[in-house]
């Protein structure tokens, strides 16, 4: 009987040299393309305005009751726990525009900061704002974390940012 490739590779060993070529091979695809911890848009002068400078105050936030003051009910379901919307059902994870939070997702006050704004931050990467909160006035930003305790690690800061707003519709 003739052996196939893999019970002969199996019979010397090979199949672990072939899982770890494998592996090899993922980090280095992900070590190259940036992994996960970028955000899929970059600023291009076709979208976006040149970028300006700021000083804003950053802080950390994630999905959890601390950071986005919510509760749950006494049957199980998330609602807001203050605000106008004190007691309506909360969807967790959503932003104010619509998106699911991310890394790269960024809480700002959308009048200064528009929805789409790119924005730079050193020690964090790129980042989009797609999300504002009761808290977040002015030049104060809030980026999203996937665990409370790397919000927490991350405190608050104040830094320098690079901010690519969004061309006006009309203009293009």
Request: net charge positive.
């Amino acid at each position: 009987m003739e052996k196939t490739f893999l019970a002969s590779a199996r019979a010397k060993g090979g199949v672990a040299a072939l899982f770890l070529a494998a592996l090899a091979a993922a980090a280095a695809a992900l070590a190259f393309s940036g992994g996960c911890r970028t955000i899929s848009v970059r600023p291009n002068s076709r979208d976006y305005a040149a970028p300006v400078e700021m000083s804003v105050i950053a802080t950390g936030y994630c999905n959890c009751q601390k950071c986005c003051d919510w509760r749950y009910t006494w049957y199980g379901r998330a609602v807001h726990a203050s605000g106008k919307s004190k007691g309506k059902p909360k969807k967790v994870g959503l932003t104010a525009s619509g998106t699911r939070a991310r890394h790269g997702t960024i809480a700002a006050d959308t009048s200064l900061l528009p929805f789409g704004t790119v924005i730079e931050v050193p020690g964090y990467g790129f980042g989009r704002v797609e999300d504002r909160g009761g808290a977040i006035k002015e030049k104060h930003i809030d980026l999203w974390f996937r665990r409370h305790s790397d919000a927490k690690k991350w405190g608050r800061r104040q830094i320098k940012i690079k901010v690519w707003k969004p061309k006006s519709k009309a203009r293009r």
